[in-house]
């Protein structure tokens, strides 16, 4: 028998005698009647309606735009894969990132001073000879010099990014590629290091990263690169170090080896001084300890001196004293002098009938 549509306004109203599931049942014929929260596709019963089927079902357009995002994921792999190289070490392999054709990028924290690296040829892996040129434990960068050359340069990103951006990270400590796809969950701003480097944005994941993915490269859906992958930079937080710092950092490990930083020879901790000795603020920072053949020493910086400015800039407190340091060290890698401002205390007391400023000239030196 054909079944014939009906159109249920002519029947008048029906009888509803019981439920059946979410359905309502009538009487007359045991057609079904969708309860209240029906779908608004309309009676199953009824030819006169065209479903409206949401963007999940659509189905021959989820197919492409998933075809279209699988070309995209498996492009941005192989795009960046012959870039990434794995470096050996004494236990199992890391992952380093090939930024010149002469030069790899990994972590400092993992990277031996001679590694064996694993360059990619083709399905296969060409073992080379690597040394370590430059090393920057505030970045966790180390810089290896491959003899020969012939590395594939990464691509690298211009672009602002976004949190919630897709992006892949890639590592080889074996002979495939291996790739992780996450999400950038946190962008912050610049922000200092617990061992004294700059990161020029806080670049974090959402998701933690494997054994032999650290030194590796976080890249984009393009396959260019947005940072190098670090799980001992700061505690308990997978990072990448920005390619901005990478930009940075590199080349100034390629010519000195290491980053310069500031040496004063002092141990300090913050201390609370009369706002009259610091300009307002109130705050300064206390020496506590001096190394004898240090440049404080040297220029006559005694414990109990309180250190409140150099060449100008405000010191507040141990971090105010690392980060003035650290930016004057980045302008030169020759010695300098400058200006230290002291507020003169007596056993970590400041007199505050007594305060004065006294400039002490500093040999500006860097630690070794």
Same mark, same amino acid.
Request: neutral net charge; glycine residues 14%; aromatic residues 4%.
């Given at each position: 028998?054909?079944?014939?549509?009906?159109?249920?306004?002519?029947?008048?109203?029906?009888?509803?005698?019981?439920?059946?599931?979410?359905?309502?049942?009538?009487?007359?014929?045991?057609?079904?009647?969708?309860?209240?929260?029906?779908?608004?596709?309309?009676?199953?019963?009824?030819?006169?309606?065209?479903?409206?089927?949401?963007?999940?079902?659509?189905?021959?357009?989820?197919?492409?735009?998933?075809?279209?995002?699988?070309?995209?994921?498996?492009?941005?792999?192989?795009?960046?894969?012959?870039?990434?190289?794995?470096?050996?070490?004494?236990?199992?392999?890391?992952?380093?990132?090939?930024?010149?054709?002469?030069?790899?990028?990994?972590?400092?924290?993992?990277?031996?001073?001679?590694?064996?690296?694993?360059?990619?040829?083709?399905?296969?892996?060409?073992?080379?000879?690597?040394?370590?040129?430059?090393?920057?434990?505030?970045?966790?960068?180390?810089?290896?010099?491959?003899?020969?050359?012939?590395?594939?340069?990464?691509?690298?990103?211009?672009?602002?990014?976004?949190? /919630?951006?897709? !992006?892949? %990270?890639? +590592?080889? #400590?074996?002979?495939?590629?291996?790739?992780?796809? @996450? &999400?950038?969950? $946190?962008?912050?701003?610049?922000?200092?290091?617990?061992?004294?480097?700059?990161?020029?944005?806080?670049?974090?994941?959402?998701?933690?990263?494997?054994?032999?993915?650290?030194?590796?490269?976080?890249?984009?859906?393009?396959?260019?690169?947005?940072?190098?992958?670090?799980?001992?930079?700061?505690?308990?937080?997978?990072?990448?170090?920005?390619?901005?710092?990478?930009?940075?950092?590199?080349?100034?490990?390629?010519?000195?080896?290491?980053?310069?930083?500031?040496?004063? /020879?002092?141990? !300090?901790? %913050?201390? +609370?001084? #009369?706002?009259?000795?610091?300009?307002?603020?109130? @705050? &300064?920072?206390? $020496?506590?300890?001096?190394?004898?053949?240090?440049?404080?020493?040297?220029?006559?910086?005694?414990?109990?001196?309180?250190?409140?400015?150099?060449?100008?800039?405000?010191?507040?407190?141990?971090?105010?004293?690392?980060?003035?340091?650290?930016?004057?060290?980045?302008?030169?890698?020759?010695?300098?002098?400058?200006?230290?401002?002291?507020?003169?205390?007596?056993?970590?007391?400041?007199?505050?009938?007594?305060?004065?400023?006294?400039?002490?000239?500093?040999?500006?030196?860097?630690?070794?």
């Amino acid at each position: 028998m054909e079944n014939v549509g009906i159109n249920v306004g002519r029947l008048g109203p029906l009888v509803k005698v019981g439920r059946a599931g979410d359905r309502l049942v009538d009487r007359a014929g045991d057609r079904p009647e969708m309860a209240s929260g029906a779908s608004p596709i309309g009676p199953w019963w009824s030819r006169d309606r065209r479903p409206t089927l949401g963007p999940m079902q659509a189905l021959p357009d989820l197919e492409a735009s998933l075809a279209t995002l699988d070309r995209a994921l498996t492009g941005a792999v192989a795009a960046a894969a012959a870039s990434v190289v794995r470096v050996a070490r004494q236990r199992g392999a890391g992952t380093g990132i090939a930024w010149t054709d002469t030069l790899i990028v990994s972590s400092n924290y993992h990277t031996p001073d001679a590694p064996v690296i694993g360059v990619a040829d083709g399905a296969d892996v060409v073992e080379r000879p690597g040394r370590v040129i430059g090393r920057d434990p505030g970045t966790d960068v180390a810089v290896i010099a491959v003899d020969g050359g012939g590395l594939t340069p990464i691509a690298r990103r211009d672009a602002a990014l976004a949190a /919630g951006q897709l !992006v892949f %990270a890639l +590592a080889r #400590p074996g002979r495939a590629i291996r790739a992780s796809l @996450r &999400g950038l969950g $946190v962008i912050g701003p610049a922000l200092r290091t617990p061992a004294g480097g700059r990161l020029d944005a806080y670049l974090e994941t959402d998701r933690a990263l494997a054994r032999g993915f650290g030194g590796g490269p976080l890249v984009d859906l393009a396959g260019h690169l947005v940072g190098m992958n670090t799980r001992t930079l700061i505690g308990g937080a997978d990072l990448a170090v920005p390619v901005a710092t990478l930009a940075r950092v590199v080349p100034a490990l390629e010519a000195h080896g290491r980053i310069a930083r500031g040496y004063l /020879g002092v141990g !300090v901790q %913050a201390a +609370a001084i #009369p706002a009259a000795s610091s300009d307002g603020r109130g @705050r &300064g920072a206390l $020496v506590v300890s001096l190394d004898d053949d240090g440049p404080g020493a040297a220029a006559g910086v005694l414990v109990g001196d309180v250190l409140i400015a150099i060449d100008g800039v405000a010191i507040t407190g141990p971090d105010e004293l690392r980060v003035a340091l650290y930016e004057r060290a980045l302008k030169t890698h020759d010695s300098k002098t400058f200006t230290v401002g002291l507020a003169i205390t007596c056993a970590g007391l400041a007199i505050a009938s007594f305060i004065f400023f006294l400039p002490v000239i500093l040999r500006f030196m860097r630690a070794d």
